[in-house]
T-cell receptor
Framework: SNSVKQTGQITVSEGASVTMNCTYT??????LFWYVEYPSKPLQLLQR?????SKNFGGGNIKDKNSPIVKYSVQVSDSAVYYC???????????????FGKGTKLSVIP | DAGVTQSPTHLIKTRGQQVTLRCSPK?????VSWYQQALGQGPQFIFQ???????QRGNFPDRFSGHQFPNYSSELNVNALLLGDSALYLC????????????FGDGTRLSIL
């Protein structure tokens, strides 16, 4: 079955750049969404990636089964949990599968 | 512009009871999805409602059911509650189904004793 995997936790210093991976296993190419969860805040959409726009974000290519998100010059306020969510079109009209990864907890230290 | 609102914020139930959670979508949205998020885990898709019908369903038992009203608001019902149902229940709304961006509410924290 289709699945999404993310790195569990990343700790970096303020001002650094960080890459968070979203590795998926599937027979096709899903639409991927990145969401961020700040403490005590609802999930917020960061970006949406498809085969058509895959070269526009994060430096990754959705065909490589990994679609990372890159944040440059991170600040302490970027500390949050970053989730990758995939949508796979299934056989059958209008049928699809939605799957979230377990999230990457980013901790930025001053 | 009101975002996605969920009620109640917190709820405590005992095993075997039934619970109803409510969600009002973001203004202009017509599709509502429900997710279950256990502590330290990513959200798991329960089901999605569009045009007052369940259109997609994740791997959840029939104890989980829902409803969508003509004003697009939605309810999630869980029967015969188990300890394992303790989680944060998230509602997300979107304009249309498929690969549309979803907007999330703050969630309802359900605790089963």
């Amino acid at each position: 079955s289709n699945s999404v995997k993310q790195t569990g936790q990343i700790t970096v210093s303020e001002g650094a750049s960080v890459t968070m991976n979203c590795t998926y296993t599937s027979t096709g190419y899903p639409t991927l969404f990145w969401y961020v969860e700040y403490p005590s805040k609802p999930l917020q959409l960061l970006q949406r990636e498809t085969m058509e726009n895959s070269k526009n974000f994060g430096g990754g290519n959705i065909k490589d089964k990994n679609s990372p998100i890159v944040k440059y010059s991170v600040q302490v306020s970027d500390s949050a949990v970053y989730y990758c969510r995939s949508l796979w079109e299934c056989s059958g009209a209008g049928s699809y599968q939605l799957t979230f990864g377990k999230g990457t907890k980013l901790s930025v230290i001053p | 512009d009101a975002g996605v609102t969920q009620s109640p914020t917190h709820l405590i139930k005992t095993r075997g009871q039934q619970v109803t959670l409510r969600c009002s979508p973001k203004s202009g949205h017509d599709t509502v999805s429900w997710y279950q998020q256990a502590l330290g885990q990513g959200p798991q898709f329960i089901f999605q409602y569009y045009e007052e019908e369940e259109r997609q369903r994740g791997n959840f038992p029939d104890r989980f059911s829902g409803h969508q009203f003509p004003n697009y608001s939605s309810e999630l019902n869980v029967n015969a509650l188990l300890l394992g149902d303790s989680a944060l229940y998230l509602c997300a709304s979107s304009l249309g189904r498929g690969d549309q961006p979803q907007h999330f509410g703050d969630g309802t924290r359900l605790s089963i004793l």
